[in-house]
């Protein structure tokens, strides 16, 4: 993968307590950030994911609310006849 450089300003009193910070668990402050940046760009992709399955849930929610449903039998039933078709073509 390739690398880049990420350079920002910070006080130099929050610099110095994260150095120490990093060094007490044995990490470079490098490591330690590109942890943290690891960490944050999965709990936004986890955040969009929840929003998305949220979304399709409602839609599923509404769709039910107004009779837009197929039974359980019906359900069954059709993937009888799906399974019978996948054993007859794996019996040829």
């Known amino acids: ?6 350079t920002f300003r910070v006080e130099e009193e929050l610099k110095a307590a994260f150095s120490e910070a990093a060094k007490a668990q ?6 330690l950030l590109r942890a943290f940046m690891r960490d944050y760009v999965q709990r ?3 955040a969009e994911y929840d929003k998305w399955f949220h979304q399709k849930v409602q839609k599923a ?24 078709e996948v054993r007859k073509s794996s019996a040829q």
């Open 26 to 31: 044995d990490q470079t402050d490098a490591q």
């Open 61 to 84: 929610i509404a769709s039910a609310d107004a009779g837009d449903l197929i039974s359980g039998e019906d359900v069954e039933a059709e993937f009888a006849a799906l399974r019978e």
């Open 44 to 46: 936004q992709q986890a």
């Open 1 to 6: 993968m390739a690398e880049a450089t990420f």
